[in-house]
Each structure stands twice: as structure tokens, then as C-alpha cells.
């Protein structure tokens, strides 16, 4: 978690970017992405994807990379790689991600992305890349050893960024060391070896973090997530089996009865309401009426969603193009940046 002074600074800066860009929206260039390590959810929809099209549409210079190297940082196989990138591909369509407008690509497909590497670990210390919280947490989560990909995970994740002259980068709070050791790599860059690379700033979402049904962190595997890619029969299966507990009145009180909290703030962002508004109303209702309520409420806000992706998932041949063109247009700026970047270093030969 970052100090209060610099969270504090990040956030005004977030403030100052979010005022100006209904003016100058064109003045910046956003970098996001997503490790394909299995279907995207309403916590990837809600937490990040809603923010990418709105950027998108109000004409900032957006990119979306598809993070399949890092899926490797604490995992033993890319079985099912493939299949999670090209419906990650057809997932973000169906949300309303415009090809067009937005470039969508691969780590893998990239290579003088990845050289970049080699520059940029030379500019952070080891024990810099030790305190980041977020590499600790996800090895203790992934409950993987250590794994040199992993621990340097966010220089890659500045290669990212910076390839593209990224300056905005959507995060939450806890993704706030990510951004700062961009900043001081491209700093540290341009310091050593000459002006290449822009200042970078996170841009802090203010969407509340969207719980699994069982109240816990929202993960594939812990079997809690609702993902983009299920039917409203499934949606509403899943829903069923899920545990409220034996107390008939619904109240929102997250601490002390998770399972129906984390329903309520389903049903509330899909609907717009307050959770607590919500309980009010089912009151006596019990789980029952609870889970009818938040079947209701997500499946009518993601049919128009669900009805997209089907006819997305029905042509395969134009989901490669997209992916094959997003590769083209980003190896096109990643080997100009390397280009500049040699060039700074004097190692044109």
C-alpha cells in the first residue's frame, strides 16, 4: 500500500487529469490489460472494462495488451492460453471495446517490447523490486515460488506502459507501486540517457470493489465469479447455490454477513441502487427473494452484453484479424521506441 503523502498526491493528479480530459482527451495515451488465465468476470467488467470504454469514447489514445507472458510469473502451463485469448478478444467487444479506436495485442507477439526489458532492469534495484506489495501479495496468493518473471513483474509491466509512450493508467489503489516504479524508470531513463519517455500517471477508478457471491475476493477459483461469457442460466444457477446465511431479514452489513452483502452489492451496481436500499426492501424476503432479486438485476443489465458476444463468438476468422492487426500496429511503435531508445544509449551501429 502506498504512504498517505504519495497516495495523496496520486489522487490529485488523478483529479487534475480527469477534469481536463473532457477538453484534451487526445493528449493522452492509455495502457491496461489482463492476464488470460481464464474467462474475465463482473469484477473485471465493473473494476476495469466500463472504464476503458468510457476513455475509449471520449477519444483518449487507447491500448489494451493481452498479458499472455505473465500468465507464466506463477503458473506451470499455457494449456488453455489460446482459448482465454481469443475470448478475452471477444469479451472485450462485446463490452463495447472498438477495435478501431482501441489497439488490442499480445505480450508474445511483441518482441522489441520485451527488449525493453533489458534497459529497464538495469535502471531498479533489487530491493526496490522486493518491497513491491503487489508481487508479494500475488506469490502468496498463487502460493508458487518465487520466480524471476514474477519478480520482476512490474519493470515488464513498465515495458508495457512505456513501448507506447503510455501516460495514464487506469489503477486502483493497491496497483498505485506499479505506476510508481514506472515512473522512476522512465525518469531514471531519461535522466542517463536522454528525453525518450513521457510522465506517467495512474488514473484512480472510484468504481467499489465488486465481492465474490461468497464475499471473499471475486476468482475463477474459488468458484465465486460470474463471468462474461455465461448464459443467464448459468448466471442464475450460480446465484442459487450461493450461501447467505440462516437469518430470514436481509440486511447490508458486510463484516458480519458476507455472502448476502456480497449479493446486495451485485444487485446494487447493476441496478445503480444502493445495497442498502435493496435490503430495505426484500426485508422479510429472506435469501430467497434476495437471490431472485440479483438474478433478475444482472441478467437484464448484461443480455445486451451476452446477445453481442455470441455474435462476436460466431466469427472466429475476424476475432484473429483483430488480434494479428492489434500485433501489427504495436510491433510498428514498439520497434520505433527501440529504436529511439539505442539511439539515446548510442548503441546504433
Not at 78 to 95: F, K, P, Q, R, S
Not at 164 to 193: M, W
Request: charged share 25%.
Amino acid at each position: 500500500m502506498p504512504n498517505e503523502g504519495s497516495y495523496e498526491a496520486a489522487v490529485r493528479r488523478s483529479d487534475e487529469i480527469q477534469a481536463d480530459l473532457a477538453e484534451h482527451a487526445g493528449k493522452y495515451n492509455m495502457l491496461t490489460g489482463d492476464r488470460p488465465t481464464g474467462r474475465l468476470h463482473l469484477g473485471h467488467y465493473f473494476g476495469t472494462i466500463v472504464e476503458r470504454v468510457r476513455l475509449q469514447n471520449l477519444g483518449v489514445h487507447t491500448n489494451i495488451i493481452i498479458a499472455d507472458y505473465q500468465v507464466i510469473t506463477d503458473r506451470d502451463t499455457t494449456e488453455h492460453i489460446a482459448d482465454n485469448v481469443y475470448n478475452m478478444v471477444i469479451d472485450y467487444l462485446a463490452c463495447g471495446i472498438d477495435p478501431e479506436k482501441t489497439m488490442i495485442f499480445t505480450h508474445s507477439a511483441v518482441p522489441a517490447l520485451n527488449q525493453l526489458m533489458l534497459p529497464f532492469l538495469s535502471l531498479v534495484t533489487e530491493s526496490e523490486l522486493h518491497r513491491n506489495p503487489t508481487v508479494k501479495a500475488e506469490q502468496e496468493a498463487s502460493g508458487h515460488a518465487l520466480t524471476g518473471l514474477l519478480l520482476t513483474y512490474p519493470v515488464h509491466q513498465a515495458c508495457d506502459i512505456l513501448f507506447c509512450k503510455g501516460n495514464v493508467v487506469p489503477v486502483g489503489r493497491d496497483q498505485l507501486p506499479h505506476i510508481e516504479i514506472t515512473s522512476k524508470i522512465a525518469r531514471r531513463f531519461n535522466e542517463r540517457y536522454g528525453k525518450v519517455f513521457p510522465e506517467v500517471s495512474g488514473l484512480l477508478t472510484s468504481t467499489p470493489l465488486i465481492p465474490g457471491l461468497d464475499g471473499r475476493k471475486m476468482s475463477k477459483s474459488y468458484g465465486n465469479a460470474i463471468s462474461l461469457s455465461m448464459t443467464a442460466e448459468e448466471t442464475a444457477k450460480l446465484i442459487k447455490k450461493s450461501k447467505t446465511d440462516s437469518e430470514r431479514m436481509i440486511t447490508f452489513d458486510p463484516d458480519n454477513r458476507p455472502g448476502v452483502s456480497a449479493l446486495l452489492t451485485t444487485a446494487g451496481i447493476c441496478t445503480g441502487r444502493d445495497p442498502k436500499e435493496i435490503a430495505d426492501e426484500i426485508g422479510m424476503g429472506g435469501g430467497g427473494a434476495l437471490k431472485t432479486y440479483v438474478i433478475d438485476a444482472v441478467n437484464t443489465y448484461f443480455e445486451p452484453i451476452r446477445q453481442r458476444r455470441a455474435e462476436f463468438a460466431a466469427q472466429p476468422d475476424l476475432i484473429r484479424d483483430i488480434i494479428h492487426d492489434g500485433n501489427a500496429r504495436a510491433n510498428v511503435i514498439a520497434n520505433a521506441t527501440l529504436d529511439e531508445v539505442r539511439e539515446a544509449m548510442g548503441m546504433v551501429y
